[in-house]
């Protein structure tokens, strides 16, 4: 949402490993084109039934985000809320390269990632800076990786993470 309000989102977006559809609503709400993609059926499914009984447009895919090419289009901006984490190491070049196939050069990668400052004990595995960066080293531009807070309805406090905004080259 603050990506939204300070403007940063444009263009046509994909949410990839959008869930339930969140996200991609509230962004569709406010005028874009939006696309959803996950590979739980049932996720998307209720993101169908909720994009209907809200009257939006969305399309909702249920789609294995290492296949994203398969998708065969290019969107402005690609937003990515607890994806990239749950990759394994070998599975996160896959995934970059098809990241590339949908994301329009000069478009912008946000994600949203627990961060390896958290401590452990809770939640999905921890990524540093180190490894966005080395993911993301060639025909990338990491515009900035920044400390932000994966809110969850679990943990009132939320949880450490790492926000980043990286421009496809």
Known sequence: ?????????????????????ENALFLASRGH????????????EI?????????????????DTLNLH???RTFDTVIDSGLFHTLFDP??????????????????????????LEPEG?????????EIQAAFSDGWRINEIQAAVFESRIRPEGSRAWLSSITKV
Not at 33 to 44: F, K, L
Not at 94 to 108: A, H, Q
Request: glycine share 12%; aromatic share 8%.
């Open 1 to 21: 949402m603050r990506l939204e309000e300070s403007e940063k989102i444009s263009g046509d977006v994909l949410d990839v490993g959008c869930g339930t559809g």
């Open 33 to 44: 084109d939006v696309w959803g993609v996950d590979s739980a059926p049932t996720a998307i």
């Open 47 to 63: 993101a169908r039934r909720k994009a209907e009984e809200r009257g939006l447009a969305v399309m909702f895919l249920v789609k």
């Open 70 to 72: 398969e998708i065969g």
């Open 91 to 116: 599975e996160r070049s896959c995934f970059v390269r098809n990241l590339s196939e949908v994301l329009k050069p000069g478009g912008t990668y946000f994600m949203l990632a627990f961060s390896d």
């Open 122 to 130: 809770y939640g999905p595995r921890r990524i540093t800076k180190t």
